[in-house]
């Protein structure tokens, strides 16, 4: 059970905003992650429970930031509740997409399991639903990712292979790379592995 520390850094002027604690590991309907976010000033700030079937779909998520509230799953497309500080008002969505996607590393690890892509194929189109920090404002991109390389570094635990995905946005044509081993994030926009404490998880082929 791959168990680590994340620090996440704002896409443009790189400031800090916080740490996200997390754990994951398959299980027996697919893989789970679950992490709690602590701001620059070390207060609770939030906390990601995702959980995949075996073919990568989202079956079960809940997200929380700044009293916000998500909970949401692959039904009929994505469908998602958004609950307010007061928890009066609750907003539900659908969106005919594949995933979810957000600030939390763990989206990137889900994107690639449920792509499942190989080295050197086609550029795979995906749409997602992705919830903005700090309100958890829901908001749909399309994104197309390619596995580009794939490589084997030797490890104290034997072989690890890291993979490199470009994800190129739809909308803006912006691109970027993401570095993947197994079920853990090594590096992405806005995302740095600070801390893990056991390997990585194979990723399912």
Do not use: K
Not at 138 to 148: C, G, I, M, N
């Amino acid at each position: 059970m791959p168990r680590g520390r994340y620090s996440l850094h704002d896409l443009h002027d790189h400031t800090p905003l916080g740490e996200e604690h997390f754990h994951c590991a398959p299980g027996p309907s697919g893989w789970r992650y679950v992490s709690q976010v602590i701001s620059p000033s070390g207060d609770h700030q939030g906390s990601v429970d995702l959980t995949l079937d075996e073919l990568g779909r989202p079956i079960r998520l809940e997200l929380h930031a700044s009293s916000w509230q998500i909970r949401g799953a692959a039904l009929d497309g994505l469908t998602w509740v958004r609950t307010d500080p007061t928890g009066t008002h609750a907003t539900e969505g659908n969106v005919r997409g594949h995933s979810f996607a957000g600030t939390s590393p763990a989206f990137l690890v889900a994107t690639t399991r449920l792509l499942r892509l190989a080295p050197g194929s086609p550029a795979t189109r995906v749409r997602l639903v992705t919830f903005t920090d700090p309100v958890l404002a829901p908001r749909t991109v399309d994104q197309s990712w390619a596995l580009v390389n794939s490589e084997a570094h030797a490890t104290d635990n034997g072989p690890l292979t890291v993979d490199e995905y470009q994800v190129n946005a739809l909308d803006t044509g912006e691109q970027h790379s993401v570095h993947i081993a197994g079920d853990v994030v090594l590096q992405a926009p806005g995302v740095e592995l600070e801390d893990l404490e056991t390997p990585p998880s194979a990723p399912p082929r």
